[in-house]
């Protein structure tokens, strides 16, 4: 007999169930890859390192690595990947800690003010912002000028316009100066009302000239900053140059002379050889003091707006700061700084 077999629904085989895990696996790369530069930045930032090519150069965009290490937490738990998200959380908040600004945000001077002086420090990018410089200047007439990448022709410009006959008093003009003669990026000069006595400048290929000058009857220690950009195949000769400035700003410490070191230094607040500049010489970033340190002054002309801070005024506890301000100055590629301070006549 014939029998009919029937296949009751319940034994008819079922569909593969769908695995939604696979649809996220991209998603987890992605946060390991986000997470990756960070963690390596940050971590160089807690070694107290600069290490080698391409971490100095990273090391200028810190506080923006605090977006990718959020894309990547989010990634990651969205993958259900914890421990990926456990480590992308820790290096974000490692790396929104290191963006809190470096030193104490006050000096120690004592004593009455003998001098109130206005600061002014400005990469002119290859003589080619030396008019508006001499017009900021007139305008805001500092007692002592930081020019960086001044030529002859700056330099001939600068002190056709803005010198005034020697011992007339201070505030008037700018007479007096010292110069590392060079073209293009390798030339240098301080402007002051103050009378100087030059200083060697520090070896280096951009000229770091030095002077000491008597404010408010202090002998003052004057030297400014030029180093070179930490690039690749010259991070070597940039870490050797802020050691140089360094050294001089232990130096001055050492000798207890008060010391403003200011200019382009090529180095942000997250590099290590420049901290070791602020802790070798006690000195503090101006523009930390008046609660801006994290104002970029870099690189302007471009798309992008600036976005790391490289021009800054150092000042030892001889100082207090008064007031920071960032002149935009037609034809360069950075900022000024210029500083109103109070030097105090000390113990």
């Known amino acids: 007999m014939e029998q009919l077999l029937a296949v009751h629904p319940s034994s008819a085989p079922e569909p593969a169930p769908t695995n939604p895990r696979p649809r996220w696996r991209l998603a987890a790369w992605a946060a390991g890859l986000l997470v990756a530069v960070p963690t390596v930045v940050t971590g160089c930032r807690l070694l107290d390192t600069d290490a080698l090519t391409p971490v100095p150069q990273a090391l200028s965009f810190l506080p923006w690595l605090t977006l990718p290490a959020a894309l990547a937490a989010l990634l990651a738990l969205a993958a259900r990947r914890r421990l990926l998200a456990g480590w992308a959380v820790l290096v974000l908040l490692a790396t929104a800690w290191f963006t809190l600004p470096y030193g104490p945000d006050s000096t120690t001077a004592r004593g009455p003010v003998v001098e109130r002086l206005r600061v002014l420090a400005s990469n002119v990018e290859f003589g080619e912002a030396t008019d508006a410089l001499v017009e900021a200047v007139r305008r805001e007439r500092p007692q002592l000028v930081y020019v960086s990448e001044c030529d002859r022709a700056c330099v001939g410009t600068l002190t056709a316009a803005l010198g005034a006959t020697p011992g007339t008093a ?178």
């Not at 293009?184 to 002077?211: C, D, F, K, Q």
């Not at 690039?231 to 050492?254: C, F, M, N, Y």
């Open 170 to 347: 201070p505030g008037t003009g700018l007479p007096h100066r010292v110069v590392v003669d060079g073209e293009g990026s390798t030339g240098s000069v301080i402007l002051s009302a103050y009378p100087l006595t030059a200083r060697p400048p520090l070896p280096a290929a951009m000229g770091m000239p030095g002077a000491t000058a008597t404010i408010g009857g202090r002998s003052v220690e004057l030297r400014l900053a030029h180093p070179l950009p930490p690039i690749p195949r010259q991070v070597d000769a940039w870490k050797r140059e802020l050691g140089r400035v360094a050294e001089s700003a232990g130096t001055a410490h050492r000798a207890g002379s008060p010391m403003l070191l200011a200019g382009d230094f090529n180095a942000s607040q997250d590099h290590a050889a420049f901290r070791a500049v602020l802790d070798a010489g006690r000195l503090h970033d101006a523009a930390r003091l008046a609660g801006a340190a994290r104002t970029p002054t870099w690189p302007r002309e471009l798309s992008l707006p600036p976005y790391v801070q490289i021009d800054h005024v150092l000042v030892s506890d001889d100082f207090r700061v008064r007031s920071v301000r960032f002149l935009d100055l037609p034809g360069s590629d950075h900022r000024a700084v210029l500083t109103e301070l109070d030097l105090h006549a000390g113990r």
